[in-house]
Antibody, heavy 122, light 107 residues
Framework: QVQLQETGPGLVKPSQTLSLTCTVS??????????WSWIRQQPGEGLELIGIIYNSGSTNYNPSLNSRVTISEDTSKNQFSLKLRSVTAADTAVYYC??????????????WGRGTLVTVSS | EIVLTQSPGTLSLSPGERATLSCRASQSVSSRYLAWYQQKPGQAPRLLISGASSRATGIPDRFTGSGSGTDFTLTISKLEPEDFAVYFC????????FGQGTRLEIK
């Protein structure tokens, strides 16, 4: 049974870099069958795609975050990671990692981590 | 970017009733590339429907997705107490966007 688990600091200071890791257990991120993604949900709000890392290792980011985001993978650890630079209070959110079922150009999300709340505050 | 508008914002119904949730796209969604998710408080979203009408593994058949083009519907035929949650639609026919959600609450 594949599971995803987000880890990282729950508190980040403004202007610093938010760093999270998603560890995938029960399956390999390099199987080639799936993409992997980060999604966030600001308090009381809807869902916002941050970006996707494809099985080629290439990435696609939300244009509104593109200049501040990097998603990378470490296949040796079966993990993928998120870095969001220059954070502000507006980046306070629950951050989810999720598995993407490729379909057409993007896909849909069939498996999610439990999410981790990251608060940006001094 | 395709904008998805969900309605109503909040739907108040009783267990046993039928729920109809709408997701309208600002442009036609290619080949019915639309998914629905359920989210309960403090939990991650759960995939219900993909391809506009295909139920995900383990999803009860009281959940039905339908529609094409710009108008999509999630119908819950007979509400169970555990169905009261927030529901999101998501399109993946042109990039990827989410609707803002419909809250289904107990009347």
């Amino acid at each position: 049974q594949v599971q995803l688990q987000e880890t990282g600091p729950g508190l980040v200071k403004p202007s610093q870099t938010l760093s999270l890791t998603c560890t995938v257990s029960g399956g390999s991120i390099s199987s080639g069958r799936y993409f992997w993604s980060w999604i966030r949900q600001q308090p009381g709000e809807g869902l916002e795609l941050i970006g996707i890392i494809y099985n080629s290792g290439s990435t696609n980011y939300n244009p509104s975050l593109n200049s501040r985001v990097t998603i990378s993978e470490d296949t040796s650890k079966n993990q993928f990671s998120l870095k969001l630079r220059s954070v502000t209070a507006a980046d306070t959110a629950v951050y989810y990692c999720a598995r993407v079922i490729p379909d057409y150009g993007a896909g849909y999300f069939d498996l999610w981590g439990r999410g981790t709340l990251v608060t940006v505050s001094s | 970017e395709i904008v998805l508008t969900q309605s109503p914002g909040t739907l108040s119904l009783s267990p046993g009733e039928r729920a109809t949730l709408s997701c309208r796209a600002s442009q036609s969604v290619s080949s019915r590339y639309l998914a629905w998710y359920q989210q309960k408080p403090g939990q991650a979203p759960r995939l219900l429907i993909s391809g506009a009408s295909s139920r995900a593994t383990g999803i009860p058949d009281r959940f039905t997705g339908s529609g094409s083009g710009t108008d999509f519907t999630l119908t819950i035929s007979k509400l169970e107490p555990e169905d009261f949650a927030v529901y999101f639609c998501q399109q993946y026919g042109s990039s990827l966007t989410f609707g803002q959600g419909t809250r289904l609450e107990i009347k």
